[in-house]
């Protein structure tokens, strides 16, 4: 299964009660984790992350679902590569 480069936009609505669930899950991703940013976007009271992934589409597929699972995380993958 060949790997894919994508890029996945995430918005966190409650930042302060997610937090810790987003970055454990994406701790447990850290091996096709490449690169990622964060900007907290105050006057909308919001956070606005992207990450660049480099893996299966599998992979890739079970990181968004279970950032998406979270409640108050929107998150959408671009597979470019």
Same mark, same amino acid.
């Given at each position: =299964?060949? @790997? &894919?480069? $994508?890029?996945?936009? %995430? /918005? /966190?609505? @409650? !930042? #302060?009660?997610?937090? +810790?669930?987003? @970055? #454990? %899950?994406? +701790?447990?991703? +850290?091996?096709?984790?490449?690169? &990622? =940013?964060?900007? !907290?976007? &105050?006057?909308?009271?919001?956070?606005?992350? +992207?990450?660049? /992934?480099?893996?299966?589409?599998? #992979? %890739?597929? $079970?990181?968004?679902?279970?950032?998406?699972? %979270? @409640?108050?995380?929107? $998150?959408?993958? $671009?597979?470019?590569?």
């Amino acid at each position: =299964m060949e @790997n &894919r480069v $994508a890029v996945i936009g %995430i /918005v /966190v609505t @409650n !930042p #302060k009660e997610t937090s +810790s669930i987003l @970055n #454990k %899950i994406l +701790s447990d991703y +850290s091996d096709i984790i490449v690169g &990622r =940013m964060g900007i !907290p976007y &105050r006057e909308r009271e919001i956070s606005v992350m +992207s990450i660049i /992934v480099d893996g299966s589409n599998d #992979k %890739i597929g $079970a990181l968004t679902g279970k950032l998406g699972n %979270i @409640n108050g995380i929107k $998150a959408k993958v $671009a597979l470019t590569y």
